[in-house]
């Protein structure tokens, strides 16, 4: 993780700076384009290319479960965790159907579910089975943290070795809205019934019993705000972690990151609080309806790309802002300038 955090250099402000000046070369009202060319700048900024590519994505959902479920925090069993990984492997998933619309390259890690999954296809790094319910006791050690976020950065340097050209990372596990709620409330110290939303559907007297079990793991765990990792390990997931881990992978080899919804924008707040630099290399794909992501969005001072009512994870929202980026990209590519096509441009 260390070696990870030292590789992550500031994007490339010049690189930016050039592809803007291009951009208002081409066949088009300068900035008439909006949010399609300052994502163009921004990738060229991240990649260090004047023409960067983003296909193929790479799409690596984490699965891991919690021991918090147990406070019957969330609409589903803790069993559906494993069944949904079966769903995945299966293809039956809704990322499964988007990873397939844009071509992506989809890998399924278990990092922590409660149950053994035998799978030719699944990529197993189960770091224990499930945290500890964080009401009594830490979630996990700093150490398992810590390997957590190392699986991450393993999982998505290999995958860009292997083609990926962006990564989108996703996550399956019941009771991880609780973890992120929690980690939330450490890391901005908003009041926790502002940060708590319905998660996968629950009542809203099932909402008010989850914002008071959070109130009292976070008074008896009591993590030190100024040490991610300690807020990580006494209220995270192992999914969050690997996420983490994920984001400051593809950091660490100038490839784009498009993050998904509430779970992967608190990972990836996780990952900026680890190394600051990471930030810019964040492209956040949605607005979440979970209550607490505009506020994590406000505090990673970035805008989503889409507002689609989305609340499902898995990276769904990640996948479809993906051809956005892919439309952006090819404008740079493909798109003619002024003097190629013989366009007169606009009088100064």
């Known amino acids: 993780m260390k070696k990870t955090i030292e590789a992550i250099a500031p994007v490339d402000k010049g690189i930016g700076n050039d592809v803007q000046a291009y951009l208002n070369t081409l066949t088009k009202p300068k900035g008439s384009l909006g949010r399609l060319e300052s994502l163009a700048v921004q990738l060229g900024e991240i990649t260090s290319h004047h023409f960067p590519v983003v296909s193929p994505p790479g799409i690596i959902v984490f699965a891991a479960d919690h021991g918090i479920a147990d406070e019957g925090v969330s609409a589903y069993p803790k069993e559906v965790t494993s069944q949904m990984v079966h769903n995945f492997l299966q293809g039956g998933a809704a990322i499964n159907v988007l990873a397939e619309q844009i071509g992506a390259m989809l890998q399924i890690v278990d990092v922590g579910v409660c149950s053994p999954i035998d799978n030719g296809n699944l990529i197993?790094?189960?770091?224990?089975y499930g945290t500890a319910n964080f009401l009594y006791e830490d979630a996990m050690s700093k150490k398992e943290a810590v390997v957590a976020i190392e699986v991450g950065i393993e999982v998505a340097t290999k995958?860009?070795?292997d083609g990926a050209k962006c990564i989108l990372p996703g996550e399956m596990g019941i009771g991880n809205t609780t973890s992120s709620s929690a980690i939330l409330a450490?890391?901005?110290q908003e009041d926790i019934s502002t940060i708590v939303g319905s998660g996968t559907g629950i009542s809203e007297e099932q909402r008010k019993h989850k914002v008071e079990i959070i109130q009292r793991a976070i008074k008896t765990r009591n993590p030190d705000q100024e040490d991610v990792l300690d807020i990580l390990a006494k209220v995270g997931g192992l999914e969050i972690a690997g996420m983490t881990g994920a984001?400051?992978?593809?950091?660490?080899?100038?490839t784009p990151i498009i993050i998904d919804g509430f779970i992967s924008t608190i990972a990836a707040l996780v990952a900026v609080k680890l190394c600051k630099d990471v930030k810019d290399y964040l492209i956040i794909g949605h607005q979440s309806e979970e209550r607490g992501h505009q506020i994590a969005v406000k505090m990673l001072e970035?805008?989503?790309v889409l507002d689609l009512q989305l609340r499902l994870g898995e990276g769904t929202g990640a996948a479809l802002?993906?051809?956005?980026?892919?439309?952006?990209?090819?404008?740079?590519?493909n798109m003619a300038t002024f003097s190629s096509a013989g366009v007169t441009e606009k009088e100064k």
Do not use: E, H, W, Y
């Open 124 to 128: 197993t790094k189960k770091i224990r």
């Open 159 to 161: 995958l860009i070795q």
């Open 186 to 188: 450490v890391l901005s």
């Open 247 to 254: 984001i400051l992978g593809a950091a660490s080899k100038k």
């Open 302 to 304: 970035c805008k989503p």
């Open 321 to 333: 802002a993906f051809p956005l980026l892919d439309a952006s990209v090819k404008i740079l590519q």
